[in-house]
């Protein structure tokens, strides 16, 4: 299954970005072993529209623009369902092993995400009750998606 990751924002050159770049590499490496590869990483500037509701349209227009035909989109949302890292790699296995070709994992802007793509995710998850940068969400959802590859691996990278 190929993943690709959405963001309302792009990283500037530095640690934030270095770093996310360091657990993305790691996972393109370890994931094809397991049917799970790196698509791409889209970025897209936040619009300038005058009101946050017109933000939110276009923001996600763009993301519809980004998603192939028949993708499962998971949204990250601080409203979202809260999972610990192995339910979270559970998750990955099951799109995978249902045949699903595509998911989409999207990181919004600083309104959020458009209701409408609410309704048309597939899961929409939080990374913890706290409202987190995009700078750092694109961190953890990196570092999660590389250990989600070393639990299906059953590599000891996640202890307990």
């Known amino acids: 299954m190929r993943i690709g990751l959405f963001a309302v924002g792009r990283l500037k050159a ?8 360091r657990y993305l590499d790691r996972f393109a490496k370890a ?9 791409r990483v889209v970025e897209v500037n936040e619009s300038r529209a005058a009101n946050a509701e017109t933000r939110k349209r ?3 227009a763009q993301l519809e623009k980004a998603l192939a035909e028949g993708s499962l989109l998971l949204l990250l949302d601080e409203r979202g369902k809260a999972l610990d890292s192995e339910s979270f790699a559970a998750l990955l296995g099951t799109f995978r092993d249902n045949g699903k070709r595509d998911l989409m994992i999207a990181i919004g802007g600083a309104d959020g995400l458009d209701p409408a793509l609410h309704a048309r995710a597939d899961s929409i998850l939080c990374l913890g009750k706290m409202t987190w940068p995009h700078q750092l969400v694109r961190i953890l959802i990196a570092e999660q998606l590389y250990r989600a590859v070393t639990i299906l691996a059953g590599h000891p ?4």
Do not use: W
């Open 14 to 21: 530095g640690p934030e970005k270095d770093l996310a770049a």
């Open 31 to 39: 994931g094809p072993a397991l049917g799970l590869e790196l698509a």
């Open 58 to 60: 276009e923001e996600a």
């Open 157 to 160: 990278y996640h202890r307990i």
